[in-house]
């Protein structure tokens, strides 16, 4: 049985082209449709009968995080579908983002046309798949200790203005009101929340919440 693929990749058309042509030359998978529009893609995902899906990862933008949102709409649509998310554009690794989401693997802007077959493959049986470059990381940042032998703590890496930002959203504040707090324009405050979700690997406030609290930057009696 051959695994039948959907295209979800809005802003970059041209991969579509290439990735239709690359996934039907395998004997085991091809391409069953392209999603024309984000609008309607929920309603496109249900009548599809393909097995796996292969969609864009932006950056974030003035809109939040679109990409992140389209990945949890697809998984709500229909959880058996394996999720395949390419990041598209330069920008700071989010696979972490994605994964959370519900991708089933993630692939950066390097990955080759085998990437992607090897990617399709392993998950469509469950595994999930990242490109080596990201395993790499991974292992330098969680599993390598640091020279005075503690691990690498992703708090650390966060500046002060940062960390400002994050103790004001865990406990429920929009970005226009930590602006007002904090003297500085909505933008500058979405960069800075970008920023700490990006460090700390988490997709929403409410992990964030949670974060703060286990590492005891918050008591929940003051909540």
């Known amino acids: 049985m051959r695994l039948g693929v959907l295209l979800a990749i ?8 290439g990735l239709r042509e690359v996934i039907d030359a395998e004997p085991d998978m091809e391409v069953i ?10 309603e496109e995902v249900l009548r599809s009968p393909a097995d796996a899906v292969i969609t864009e990862c932006l950056p974030y933008d003035r809109s939040g995080c679109s990409s992140f949102q389209m990945i949890e709409s697809i998984r709500a649509a229909k959880p058996a579908m394996k999720i395949l998310a390419v990041e598209c ?13 519900g991708a089933d693997g993630f692939l950066t802007r390097e990955a080759q046309a085998s990437d992607f ?22 292992v330098n940042t969680y599993v390598l200790k640091t020279p005075d032998g503690a691990l690498e703590d992703p708090y650390q890496s ?3 203005r940062e960390r400002e930002v994050m103790m004001l959203a865990a406990v429920g504040h929009t970005n226009r009101e930590i602006a007002a707090t904090l003297h500085l324009s909505e933008q500058t405050i979405h960069n800075y929340r970008a920023n700490v979700m990006e460090k700390l690997g988490f997709h929403d406030r409410v992990e964030l919440l949670k974060y703060a609290i286990r590492r005891g930057l918050i008591d929940v009696a003051d909540l």
């Open 33 to 42: 449709g392209e999603l024309q529009d984000r609008a309607t893609m929920r």
């Open 10 to 17: 809005f802003d970059f058309p041209m991969l579509n082209v």
């Open 158 to 160: 966060l500046s002060e």
């Open 117 to 138: 077959v090897t990617a399709l493959r392993s998950i469509s049986k469950g595994q999930t798949y990242v490109s080596p470059s990201i395993v790499t990381k991974m």
């Open 89 to 101: 554009r330069c920008t700071s690794e989010q696979f972490s983002l994605a994964i959370k989401a």
